[in-house]
T-cell receptor
Framework: EAGVTQFPSHSVIEKGQTVTLRCDPI?????LYWYRRVMGKEIKFLLH????????ESGMPNNRFLAERTGGTYSTLKVQPAELEDSGVYFC??????????????FGPGTRLTVT | DAKTTQPPSMDCAEGRAANLPCNHS???????VYWYRQIHSQGPQYIIH???NNETNEMASLIITEDRKSSTLILPHATLRDTAVYYC????????????FGTGTRLTVIP
């Protein structure tokens, strides 16, 4: 079974540009999560999809971040315009059932975003 | 959101048991204890979870005290590949599904 995949693995962009990160969850997983770790800080939750619906987006830092999950399969996270403080590693995770805290989340390898 | 306390770092000799402690004195009755780890340059990896009873799987054992205010993750025979940051996380049975990662414990397995 393929795990969670993320693309690209690394992105370097200039301040003010736009970047789109993609996450493909494990097939059949309804839950999809985005997290990020900015330099020197802890891993922080960004948002949670159940299928195509945003269940919780309380961790989104501001309106420069837009997440979508059309069709309830893969998800994209767009940063527009990117700022220096957006640099970090963005992780995606998925889990199989909605609302079940006992089900672990499977993480992808992350996308390292560098804004210069 | 920090509901757990872990030592910032620990060392363990290769082949020996690694015992990673976690305090969660404010845990409520419907909250589970989860352990994840992050090996350098990889995404976090689920290890084990428990509610009241001790748990064991192919990766580790989880010992939860009777009052549930603390727990210990045990890696029975640590290898160099177990060098990672280990996170102890408490989560409710239902409701919020996001994980709150603290600072974790950086475990270094020494040859």
């Amino acid at each position: 079974e393929a795990g969670v995949t993320q693309f690209p693995s690394h992105s370097v962009i200039e301040k003010g540009q736009t970047v789109t990160l993609r996450c493909d969850p494990i097939s059949g997983h309804d839950n999809l999560y985005w997290y990020r770790r900015v330099m020197g800080k802890e891993i922080k939750f960004l948002l949670h999809f159940v299928k195509e619906s945003k269940q919780d987006e309380s961790g989104m830092p501001n309106n420069r971040f837009l997440a979508e999950r059309t069709g309830g399969t893969y998800s994209t996270l767009k940063v527009q315009p990117a700022e220096l403080e957006d640099s970090g590693v963005y992780f995606c995770a998925s889990s199989p059932l909605p609302g079940q805290a006992t089900y672990e989340q499977y993480f992808g390898p992350g996308t390292r975003l560098t804004v210069t | 959101d920090a509901k757990t306390t872990q030592p910032p770092s620990m060392d363990c000799a290769e082949g020996r048991a690694a015992n990673l402690p976690c305090n969660h004195s404010t845990i409520s009755g419907n909250e589970y204890v989860y352990w994840y780890r992050q090996i350098h340059s990889q995404g976090p990896q689920y290890i084990i979870h428990g509610l009241k009873n001790n748990e064991t799987n192919e990766m580790a054992s989880l010992i939860i005290t009777e009052d549930r205010k603390s727990s210990t993750l045990i890696l029975p025979h640590a290898t160099l590949r177990d060098t990672a940051v280990y996170y102890c996380i408490v989560r409710p049975r239902a409701g919020a599904n996001n994980l709150f990662f603290g600072t974790g414990t950086r475990l270094t397995v020494i040859p």
